[in-house]
């Protein structure tokens, strides 16, 4: 079994900054990628950034030179550093794990808000 904990989340003025993290847990398991994803109200959850265990990134065109995404292999965290966060980046944020040869885990979730 695998469990994620997320943590970093809060309330931010635009252009602040933020740093969200996710630790997982657990035994028997090696991880392929780690990432973020995002949810805003009324919209659909959506993909902020991905790493996978060799290093490759990915990025949504929207937080693309502001977001960087980095992990820990050792630690099982992956950490997202936003930085010149926007209103639009107001959402919750979702931590996705996928297994090596098995199925996908999600966090249970963190608040950004972005907001004067």
């Known amino acids: 079994q695998v469990q994620l904990v997320e943590s970093g989340g809060g309330l931010v003025q635009p252009g602040g900054s933020l740093r969200l993290s996710c630790a997982a847990s657990g035994s028997g398991f090696s991880i392929y990628s780690m990432g973020w994803y995002r949810q805003a109200p009324g919209k659909e959850r959506e993909l902020v950034a991905d790493i996978t265990s060799g290093g490759t990134t990915l990025y949504a065109d929207s937080v693309k030179g502001r977001f960087t995404i980095s992990r820990d292999s050792a630690k099982r965290t992956v950490y997202l550093q936003m930085n010149s966060l926007k209103y639009e980046d107001t959402a919750v944020y979702y931590c996705?794990?996928?297994?090596?040869?098995?199925?996908?885990?999600w966090g249970q979730g963190i608040q950004v808000t972005v907001s004067s």
């Open positions: 996705n794990v996928e297994i090596m040869y098995s199925r996908g885990y």
